[in-house]
């Protein structure tokens, strides 16, 4: 088996993981992230990914309306029309770093220098640094998309979850594909995967 060509929608592994069964499937077990699993039922890597991102501080306030929106108990909402463009993957909602600086960028008229010194800001928990961008963001927004400062406020409400702790999408990704591949391995062959699993983990 070539692990880096098994199929990405294999039916067996998505059914697996909504029954619950992520015991040795990597970033996906754990008690919280099974049961999100279970609730969230994924049909695809994407689900997956997001599911990585959103499993850490801050970010999983957003896990329940992801679910929501996925079946359909919610409907898929832009906080901007400008934000359809980047955010359709995941439902309109921000998930990964990236998100973050796409709306810099789309809403707030951000370069990209000036959206890399946004990210470190971010990323490093620099509150001088985030009090600038801050004042920036909200009025970079009313100028350049013409929102209310109240509606710019609420779009940077939306950015404070990831001065916790946020994954840019290539993190997620990488992560999300390994997680595919060990719950692909243990779904069509179980047996091996988890005699694999208990060798390793055996010393």
Not at 30 to 40: C, D, I, N, Q, V
Not at 58 to 68: K, L, N, P
Not at 145 to 162: C, D, N, Q, R, V
């Amino acid at each position: 088996i070539d692990i880096e060509k098994v199929p990405l929608d294999d039916t067996k592994t998505f059914e697996m993981l909504a029954r619950g069964e992520t015991e040795g499937v990597f970033q996906l077990n754990g008690s919280g992230m099974t049961r999100a699993l279970k609730e969230l039922r994924p049909t695809n890597i994407h689900d997956i990914n997001v599911m990585v991102a959103l499993y850490r501080p801050g970010q999983m306030a957003t896990i329940d309306e992801y679910v929501a929106r996925k079946h359909g108990k919610k409907p898929i909402t832009y906080y901007h029309p400008k934000m359809k463009s980047y955010l359709s993957a995941s439902l309109g909602l921000l998930v990964y770093q990236d998100d973050l600086l796409f709306t810099a960028i789309e809403l707030a008229g951000y370069d990209w220098d000036k959206v890399d010194k946004f990210r470190k800001a971010v990323g490093k928990k620099i509150p001088e640094e985030m009090a600038k961008q801050h004042v920036a963001f909200v009025e970079g927004c009313q100028k350049t998309s013409g929102m209310s400062k109240k509606e710019a406020e609420f779009i940077w409400t939306l950015f404070e979850p990831f001065q916790g702790y946020g994954f840019n999408k290539a993190h997620a990704a990488s992560y999300g594909k390994v997680a595919y591949q060990t719950a692909y391995m243990k779904a069509n062959y179980p047996v091996a995967y988890m005699s694999a699993m208990l060798t390793a983990e055996s010393g």
